[in-house]
């Protein structure tokens, strides 16, 4: 059998560093807000390239922290993928605001930046593009649309680690970018992590002040915050997968390569451009007959995932919140199909799913 994704075979090859890393920090005696977490925010920070990283408990915390540090109007409207995974959503309802719609690109399941006038309202503060599957957003249109009008701008960073458009990574366009660290992600933590990057310093102190029941300084309460630290263990082991992470990423766009040229031609694919450098967290094929092309490829050892079975608008919790008709949002909820392509992975494993997919007698 091959598994979407086993985290185990995945963290395999840094198994010796993450135990050592882990004994270290038992050992310290010192677990939340230390010399890991500073260490890893400068580290990851400087991987980003952004002047400041902040640690906080996971990715929706890193959301709904950095819209809230914005200080905009309560109940101003936020543009947001009609796609995204629903934190996202989530997030701007937690911070006081009311999440508007836009839907992606089919070919590239990222927010359609031609679709972002006709979204506008009088209420329109900020935008909250998420990279849908590590691949980046067309930042370029993106952010000058924001600049023009004014708006904030929050990047979802939680499946684009390392993402790149013309050389400018993920979560240094906007005023934030919110990265999650959970297990599956590109950089995973084994147990709950997120941060912030930015580059505006008022933000940043806002925002280290925030996650620690709004205070900085022992018993001092600036504002009131919330409990939502990155402790010192999670830390520690990012810091080593940090170091492994470029060479992760080689490893994944190496197996998007076989499935490139090695997927039969019916399978629509994940599109390439030249300026956009994916990172692949997720590999996602579209097809009309998706459910039984899934059980084919069940039947025959081969998991996949469906990112996502139901869209933010059809889920019960978003009943009277959204509203609105998505086609393509649905269109990409009924014929998406993640294939396996995690670090644990092999080309000779990648191959085999190819071969299985070449197999499957279409009737669409
Ligand atoms: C995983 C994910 C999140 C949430 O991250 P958590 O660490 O699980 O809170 C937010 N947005 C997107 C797009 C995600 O994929």
Redesign the pocket.
């Known amino acids: 059998m091959i598994e979407y994704e086993s985290l185990g075979q995945s963290n395999a090859a840094f198994m010796t560093e993450l135990e050592a890393a882990a004994v270290r920090v038992i050992r310290s005696g010192w677990y939340v807000l230390g010399k890991e977490v500073s260490a890893f925010e400068a580290e990851f920070g400087t991987y980003i390239g952004a002047k400041h990283c902040i640690g906080v408990a996971?990715?929706?915390d890193a959301?709904i922290l950095s819209i809230e540090a914005l200080d905009l109007p309560k109940g101003s409207d936020i543009l947001v993928a009609a796609n995204?995974?629903i934190?996202?959503i989530l997030a701007i309802l937690r911070a006081g605001h009311q999440p508007v719609l836009v839907e992606a690109e089919l070919a590239t399941f990222n927010m359609d930046p031609a679709l972002l006038p006709g979204a506008m309202t009088k209420k329109t503060r900020a935008i909250c593009v998420?990279h849908m599957f590590g691949k980046i957003c067309r930042m370029d249109a993106i952010a000058a649309f924001a600049k023009e009008h004014g708006l904030k701008l929050i990047e979802?960073c939680?499946?684009s680690h390392g993402a790149k458009l013309n050389g400018k990574m993920s979560g240094t366009f906007g005023n934030a970018g919110c990265f999650?660290f959970?297990p599956t992600?590109n950089l995973g933590a084994v147990g709950?992590a997120?941060a912030i990057t930015t580059d505006d310093d008022a933000l940043a102190d806002r925002l280290r002040h925030l996650r620690n029941y709004g205070s900085k300084q022992k018993y001092v309460n600036k504002y009131p915050g919330v409990n939502s630290r990155l402790d010192e263990l999670q830390a520690a082991l990012l810091r080593v997968k940090l170091q492994h992470l470029d060479a992760m990423t080689a490893h994944k766009r190496a197996l998007a390569d076989i499935y490139d040229q090695h997927l039969p031609d019916w399978v629509i694919k994940p599109r390439r451009r030249e300026d956009e450098f994916d990172v692949f967290h997720i590999y996602g094929i579209r097809h009309p007959e998706r459910d039984a092309l899934r059980q084919y490829l069940l039947d025959n050892g081969v998991k996949t995932e469906v990112h996502y079975p139901i869209p933010p608008h059809r889920q019960e919790a978003m009943a009277g919140i959204l509203s609105g008709n998505y086609p393509i949002a649905e269109e990409q909820h009924a014929t998406e199909l993640s294939l396996p392509i995690s670090n644990g992975h092999t080309a000779d494993d990648i191959q085999r799913v190819c071969d299985v997919i070449s197999g499957f007698t279409k009737t669409k």
Do not use: F, P, R
């Open positions: 996971n990715g929706l959301l995204t995974y934190a996202t998420t979802d939680a499946q999650s959970y992600k709950d997120g």
